[in-house]
């Protein structure tokens, strides 16, 4: 296992959205972490979190992998991360808008967790953070232009790490 700098840290300051937010989407190449989950009636799905800078990364993060108490499990090589942002990029997820949503405001806030949401949180190399989301009741209705190649793509990629 690799040691890590200090990604942990910087993952719960991502995941409790205590960083600065971004002025605006930075280049591909400028993101260091992204946490990202799906939400579908009430089940999370596909959560993972990628430290690009240290190389590592973790399929379902728990509360013991944001908070620092156990390290990630896989270890990314430079080429690993290389694939990763051409994920990001082949992904379009640098012009993918802040919130995505299907139906009126007050149905959305009822819905709670049912339907399909998803949380994409970015942390980029500056230390600012971005955050990108999506809330409706089918998943269709709520994705963004690359959304199924980037889900798709890295949840496969984490995947084969972690066998």
Known sequence: MKEIQNPISDFEKLYEHTLTVSETSQPTENIGKIYFYEIEDLLNKDVLAIDLQNGA????PGFEHRYGDVDFEIDLSAEDIAEV??????SHVESWEEYYSYG??????????????WTLLIQYKD???ED???????KK?????GYDTFVNGLTAFIASKNQ
């Open 104 to 117: 009126d405001k007050s149905m959305l806030d009822e819905m709670g967790g049912e339907g399909y949401n």
């Open 132 to 138: 990108k989301r999506g809330k409706g009741i089918r």
């Open 85 to 90: 942002y051409e994920l990001l990029e082949d």
């Open 141 to 145: 209705e709520i994705q963004p232009e």
């Open 127 to 129: 230390g600012t953070m």
């Open 57 to 60: 990364a973790q399929l379902n």
